[in-house]
Structure formats: structure tokens, C-alpha cells
Nanobody, 120 residues
Framework: QVQLVESGGGLVQAGGSLRLSCAAS????????MAWYRQAPGKQRELVAQIFSSGGSTNYPDSVKGRFTISRDNAKNTVYLQMNSLKPEDTAVYYCNAVRYKLGGGDDYWGQGTQVTVSS
């Protein structure tokens, strides 16, 4: 069992930046991918960034592309989300996710979330 703990959320003005961290209790090296999701009140949880172990490729939706950057430090078992040019519509609870594929099933871990509030 791996625990994921997010930190770095807070209140920021529009146009500002925040860096979120996701610290894992175990090695993240063998997860197929790590990701950040967000969920705003009354809305579905949505993917905002994904980073794959194989080759380190990344994936972003158009809503955050060019503003958000996901990275990972395997030595520290930590994944980061650098968020720049923040907008009020980025306000949400941000969750860290780790997925590992296995025959017959897989592992899917979530953190408890960290609140990001962007004021206009």
C-alpha cells in the first residue's frame, strides 16, 4: 500500500503561480504513470496532467497546456505540478494519482487532495 500526500495548495491571485507536491510513502519508480486531477464544486473530477514512467512523456488537456508542468523526482518519490498564469477557473481541489498495471488488475492510489483557490 502506498500513501500519497499532497501539499502546496493555497490562495493565489489570478496570474500567480503555485507548485504542488505529491510525496509517496514508497517508490514511484514502478508506477506506470503518475497524474494530477482536480475537482471543482459541482463538477466531475478531471485530469490536468499525467507523466509516464516509460520515457517520461507527459499529457495535458488543452485547458492547462502551456501553463502547467508535471515532473517527477524518483529519488525523492515525489511528483510536482508547477502551475503558472493561474485563472479563477483553476480553483479546485487537486488530487495526486498513481497507477500501476498488473496482470489481473492493478493498483490505483489517490491522495487526500489539496485546495487551490485563485482569486480574480
Amino acid at each position: 500500500q502506498v500513501q500519497l500526500v499532497e501539499s502546496g495548495g493555497g490562495l493565489v491571485q489570478a496570474g500567480g503561480s503555485l507548485r504542488l507536491s505529491c510525496a509517496a510513502s514508497g517508490s514511484i519508480f514502478n508506477f506506470n504513470y503518475m497524474a494530477w486531477y482536480r475537482q471543482a464544486p459541482g463538477k466531475q473530477r478531471e485530469l490536468v496532467a499525467q507523466i509516464f514512467s516509460s520515457g517520461g512523456s507527459t499529457n495535458y488537456p488543452d485547458s492547462v497546456k502551456g501553463r502547467f508542468t508535471i515532473s517527477r523526482d524518483n529519488a525523492k518519490n515525489t511528483v510536482y505540478l508547477q502551475m503558472n498564469s493561474l485563472k479563477p477557473e483553476d480553483t479546485a481541489v487537486y488530487y495526486c494519482n498513481a497507477v500501476r498495471y498488473k496482470l489481473g488488475g492493478g493498483d490505483d492510489y489517490w491522495g487526500q487532495g489539496t485546495q487551490v483557490t485563485v482569486s480574480s
